[in-house]
Nanobody, 124 residues
Framework: QVQLVESGGGLVQAGGSLRLSCAAS????????MAWFRQVPGKEREYVAH????????FYADSVKGRFTVSRDNANYTMYLQMNSLKPEDTAVYYC?????????????????WGQGTQVTVSS
């Protein structure tokens, strides 16, 4: 299994930007897709975006499309989430996840490896 550690969260004003990072260790052969999810207290974990094994293909939830960009650097075993034009409703704990499944869904249960999460707070 791959181990994941997120960083880069913090407090930002609405309209601002943050970049999250997810560092992988352990099984770093890159044969896994990687994703970002987010969760607020009392709600289910929500899909944000994911990137294919090669980094060529990216996918987004409608709520973040055009504002967030997911990417990965396989040479440095790291995935990123560039978040621009942040809104108060983007406030959540952000988690990175990895899956070895060939066909990647947006269901959290399809992802076997998870980071510990990083808090993002957007003030109005």
């Amino acid at each position: 299994q791959v181990q994941l550690v997120e960083s880069g969260g913090g407090l930002v004003q609405a309209g601002g930007s943050l970049r999250l990072s997810c560092a992988a260790s352990g099984r770093t052969d890159g044969t896994y897709a990687m994703a970002w999810f987010r969760q607020v207290p009392g709600k289910e974990r929500e899909y944000v975006a994911h990137v294919s094994r090669t980094g060529i293909s990216t996918f987004y939830a409608d709520s973040v499309k055009g504002r967030f960009t997911v990417s990965r650097d396989n040479a440095n075993y790291t995935m990123y989430l560039q978040m621009n034009s942040l809104k108060p409703e983007d406030t959540a704990v952000y988690y990175c996840a990895a899956t070895y499944r060939i066909y990647v869904s947006r269901d959290p249960s399809d992802f076997a490896s998870w980071g510990q999460g990083t808090q993002v707070t957007v003030s109005s």
